[in-house]
């Protein structure tokens, strides 16, 4: 634990934004179905759910520019990159395992891992973090960037060689599926596509990209010290890529699950447009409320995160009434009774955050930043 240091307002910012819709994405109200657009797009197609989770790799990225700015000693580096990345691994799996117990016939016993999810976010946080962090402390900016047009034309020409003929693109034919079958098998998959998984082992590779964006943006930020001209060469950037995202999209399209090519060049583009405006905002201003909100989230992350995701299966399994954990009660007899619908879900959901927030808060207060 540490005190945190001087930091960039905007990336802190950007980052608390990414962790605060992600939890209201992943915890929707229970008693009517969430609106369409914090909902994930069941294939191919984009909703604003869709741009959560590359915009934290994203943030990832960004955070890598600023951690790696100092020479270290390769063994150093290695062992640091290496120990994260195990333990940001661990993490997910053990959060998909949670809560390690299961009651059955009256009696508690060890959930069994043989049908645990071996892959996940977290999981996929680590890989991207890992490589790249190897890309960047070997490669140049601009040999980056021919890395990531690499990863993502290689990936679209596995898929298309690789994938079954007949639908190389769809969610059980194309080669990731095949893939993370043989190696991780079924019942360590994700448990609601059918044997496929949207954090499957191949989409990494296009995955990486986004972290490697992240990195590049936010050595831009650090190296252009005028907010100004920093945000006018995001905005150029970001609206190049969503243009580019766009055209490929007529021949392979956006698709999150898959992490097709052109979801990637979409969400990164958006998030260089979200953080030229932030940085236009708030980079040599005075704070205000708003952004130490986000601040927050942004400060402590993963804590923020972690907390999110177990938090709720607690409220879970208190029994209000047989069968109805504390979580679906409150969303059904609470927040369906104010607000029907899908903004009953959206409020529970944000309420839900709000209390996630408090923990941040507690140690925003005390200057706390929890890094791995």
């Known amino acids: 634990m540490t005190k945190p240091g001087a930091r960039f307002l905007s990336l802190d910012v950007f980052r608390g934004l990414t962790v605060c819709l992600m939890i209201v994405v992943n915890t929707a109200g229970p008693g009517a179905k969430a609106y369409t657009q914090l909902v994930h797009a069941p294939w191919f197609g984009f909703t604003a ?23 270290v000693p390769l063994d150093a580096f290695l062992t640091k990159v290496v120990k994260r990345a195990a333990l940001i691994f661990l993490l997910g799996f053990l959060m998909y395992w949670f809560p390690f117990v299961r009651q059955v016939d009256g009696y508690w016993g060890l959930i069994p891992f043989s049908g645990t ?15 790249a962090a ?11 960037i021919g ?3 690499l990863l993502l034309l290689g990936y679209w020409a596995i898929l298309m060689a690789l994938g079954d003929p007949a639908a190389p ?12 079958l043989l190696l991780i098998g079924r019942d360590h998959l994700y448990k609601k596509d059918g044997g496929f998984d949207p954090e499957g082992l191949l989409g ?6 986004n972290v490697l964006a992240g990195y590049l943006a936010a050595r831009l930020l650090r190296e252009t010290p005028e907010a100004r001209k920093a945000s006018l060469r995001l905005v150029l950037i970001g609206a190049g890529l969503v243009v580019a ?23 990164v583009g958006i998030d260089f447009l979200a953080l030229a405006m932030l940085t236009l905002m708030l980079e040599g201003k005075s704070g205000n409320a708003g952004a130490r909100f986000f601040e927050v989230f942004g400060l402590n992350p993963l804590v923020i995160y972690l907390f999110s995701e177990l938090f709720v299966v607690v409220l879970g399994m208190i029994q209000v009434a047989p069968g109805v954990g504390f979580y679906e009660w409150v969303g059904v007899h609470v927040f369906q009774a104010v607000a029907p619908g899908a903004l009953g879900s959206l ?7 709000l209390v996630c927030w408090l923990l941040g808060y507690v140690m925003y207060r005390r200057g706390i930043v929890v890094k791995l």
Not at 50 to 70: E, Q, T
Not at 117 to 131: E, F, H, P
Not at 204 to 209: E, G
Not at 247 to 267: D, E, N
């Open 49 to 71: 759910a869709d741009v959560v989770f590359p915009s934290f790799l994203f943030a990832v990225g960004c955070s890598m520019a600023f951690a790696f700015s100092r020479p």
């Open 117 to 131: 999810r071996v892959m996940g976010v977290l999981q996929r946080i680590a890989l991207c973090y890992l490589l």
């Open 134 to 144: 190897l890309a960047v402390r070997w490669l140049s900016p601009r040999l980056l």
């Open 147 to 149: 890395l990531s047009a």
């Open 169 to 180: 693109l769809s969610k059980l034919g194309n080669v990731g599926t095949h893939l993370d």
């Open 204 to 209: 990494t590779l296009p995955a990486t990209v």
């Open 245 to 267: 995202a766009l055209a490929w999209s007529l021949g392979f399209p956006i698709a999150k699950k898959l992490w097709t090519g052109s979801f990637v060049l979409l969400t």
């Open 347 to 353: 409020l529970c959901a944000v309420a839900y955050m």
